[in-house]
């Protein structure tokens, strides 16, 4: 059975080291969402995806935040989504993958689909169980 870690990050209290990130390229949107954590909400995990896929993914116990450049053509886009909105999860499995190996996860918000590149399998299994916990929790 999967089971959601617990998150003590709330509002002016100090972020846990999953809000750290050696990408550059990630700095202010990591800030904006670090920011954007309301008082009551938790951080569940942080995620950092591969390019074509989302870059970065926060999930909280109430919503999704997360980076999307493709969205709106030359923009990039800070979407917030309440964890209702997430209709599926999906392990996607490539070809000469199996599902055990596989590092890339779909979801479908709000009739939207998003798909993050994991960096190893055992972060893509994490991400699928969390959402698939929220689904049917």
Known sequence: MARIPASSLHVDS????EFEIDDRGLEDELETL?????????????FRGKSPGIPLLVVTNSR??????????????????????????SVLVGEGESALTATTVGIAVLGGKH????????????????LIWSLIG
């Open 34 to 46: 670090r920011g954007n954590i309301f008082n009551g909400e938790s951080v569940e995990a942080v």
């Open 115 to 130: 798909m993050m590149i994991c960096a190893k399998p055992e972060e893509a299994r994490q991400l699928h169980d969390l």
């Open 64 to 89: 999704l935040m997360f980076v999307d450049r493709s969205m709106f053509d030359d923009h990039t886009a800070l979407v917030s989504v309440p964890l209702k909105g997430v209709s599926s999860v």
């Open 14 to 17: 100090k972020p846990p080291s």
